[in-house]
């Protein structure tokens, strides 16, 4: 079992930046890839960017790519996406998610977080 907990959420304006944390605790967390998710209200659940096990393989969605990066540090079991010129389509609850391999499907990850809001003022 792993236990996931987003932070570093919080209203930014539009241009701004924020680091969002993804720390774990549990079973070993180096075997897990992770994912980033977010959903913004009224729609569904979608893929923003993961990272492999090992922090070399990373993609991202066009809609973020050039903007957000992953980056991981396994020593201190955590998970960081840093997040630049930031729109008011950012906006969402975002979620980490952990799985054995990097993946753009949510259903393929094993254990979520609670999420952190992301809001972007205009």
């Known amino acids: 079992q792993v236990q996931l907990l987003e932070s570093g959420g919080g209203l930014v304006q539009a241009g701004g930046s924020l680091r969002l944390s993804c720390a774990a605790s549990?079973?070993?967390?180096?075997?897990?890839?992770v994912g980033w998710f977010r959903q913004a209200p009224g729609k569904e659940r979608e893929f923003v960017g993961n990272?492999?096990?090992?922090?070399?393989?990373?993609e991202y969605a066009d809609s973020v790519q050039g903007r957000f990066s992953i980056s991981r540090d396994n020593t201190l079991n955590k998970v960081w996406m840093r997040m630049t010129n930031l729109q008011s389509k950012d906006t969402a609850v975002y979620y980490c998610?952990?799985?054995?391999?990097?993946?753009?499907?949510?259903?393929?990850?094993?254990?979520w977080g609670q999420g952190t809001q992301v809001t972007v003022s205009s």
């Open positions: 998610a952990g799985g054995r391999i990097p993946t753009t499907t949510a259903a393929k990850y094993d254990y």
């Open positions: 549990g079973r070993t967390f180096t075997n897990y890839a």
């Open positions: 990272i492999d096990r090992d922090g070399r393989f990373r």
